[in-house]
């Protein structure tokens, strides 16, 4: 994604581009970074409330933020 939105000419474009981009990448960071964390945190250092915080970030935080990002969007291209 960051090498085809740098190869668009124009700076407004790649401007564009980018604000376009980065909401979207920063909700899918959010909700792998979270998975990876779930499936690959060692078992001793398993405790409830460390499980429910990455259970509420994996499930509910994307789904959550991804309307607003929509939402956003449309009002700018409108």
Same mark, same amino acid.
């Given at each position: 994604?960051?090498?085809?939105? =740098? %190869?668009? +000419? @124009?700076?407004?474009?790649?401007?564009?581009? #980018?604000?376009?981009c980065l909401?979207?990448?920063? $909700?899918?960071?959010?909700f792998v970074?979270?998975?990876?964390?779930?499936? =690959? %945190?060692? +078992? @001793?250092?398993?405790?409830?409330?460390?499980? #429910?915080?990455?259970?509420?970030?994996?499930?509910? $935080?994307?789904?959550?933020?991804?309307?607003?990002?929509?939402?956003?969007?449309?009002?700018?291209?409108?």
């Amino acid at each position: 994604i960051f090498t085809a939105v =740098l %190869k668009i +000419p @124009s700076e407004q474009g790649q401007h564009k581009a #980018f604000s376009m981009c980065l909401p979207h990448l920063a $909700v899918v960071s959010l909700f792998v970074s979270t998975d990876m964390l779930v499936y =690959l %945190k060692p +078992p @001793s250092v398993s405790s409830p409330a460390l499980d #429910f915080v990455l259970s509420v970030l994996y499930s509910v $935080v994307p789904p959550t933020v991804n309307p607003l990002i929509y939402s956003m969007r449309n009002r700018e291209l409108r």
